[in-house]
């Protein structure tokens, strides 16, 4: 009981909150940077298959940004020329009357 009215009335020391922020803060950092490479990266391969500016990948660090990205994409003509698939040729046209 003691040990609980002790913890009840301390202030945590600034110093050592300092010292715990100073550390946090890097680690926050880093893993911001590794959720946007995890996001960017993909998006920047997706445009740029697609035929648009892999730089339009950005549009994500953007508050709803994504959700712009999602519907240009959607939505957009893609000029992309359909691969061709080996072994197949183009049947030949019906004859026109």
Same mark, same amino acid.
Request: proline share 13%; with cysteine.
């Given at each position: 009981?003691?040990?609980?009215?002790?913890?009840?009335?301390?202030?945590?020391?600034?110093?050592?909150?300092? +010292? $715990?922020?100073?550390?946090?803060?890097?680690?926050?950092?880093?893993?911001?940077?590794?959720? #946007?490479?995890?996001?960017?990266?993909?998006?920047?391969?997706?445009? +740029? +298959? $697609?035929?648009?500016?892999?730089? &339009?990948?950005? #549009? @994500?660090?953007?508050?709803?940004? @994504? &959700?712009?990205?999602?519907?240009?994409?959607?939505? $957009?003509?893609? +000029?992309?020329?359909p691969a061709?698939?080996?072994?197949?040729?183009?049947?030949?046209?019906?004859?026109?009357?």
């Amino acid at each position: 009981m003691h040990f609980v009215a002790m913890m009840m009335q301390s202030t945590p020391d600034p110093a050592a909150i300092q +010292k $715990a922020m100073i550390a946090i803060i890097p680690i926050f950092m880093l893993f911001l940077l590794l959720v #946007l490479a995890i996001v960017i990266v993909p998006f920047w391969f997706i445009c +740029k +298959k $697609a035929g648009f500016s892999p730089w &339009l990948s950005l #549009l @994500n660090v953007v508050p709803f940004g @994504n &959700l712009i990205l999602i519907y240009v994409l959607a939505f $957009a003509d893609w +000029k992309v020329v359909p691969a061709p698939v080996p072994g197949w040729q183009q049947p030949p046209y019906p004859p026109q009357s």
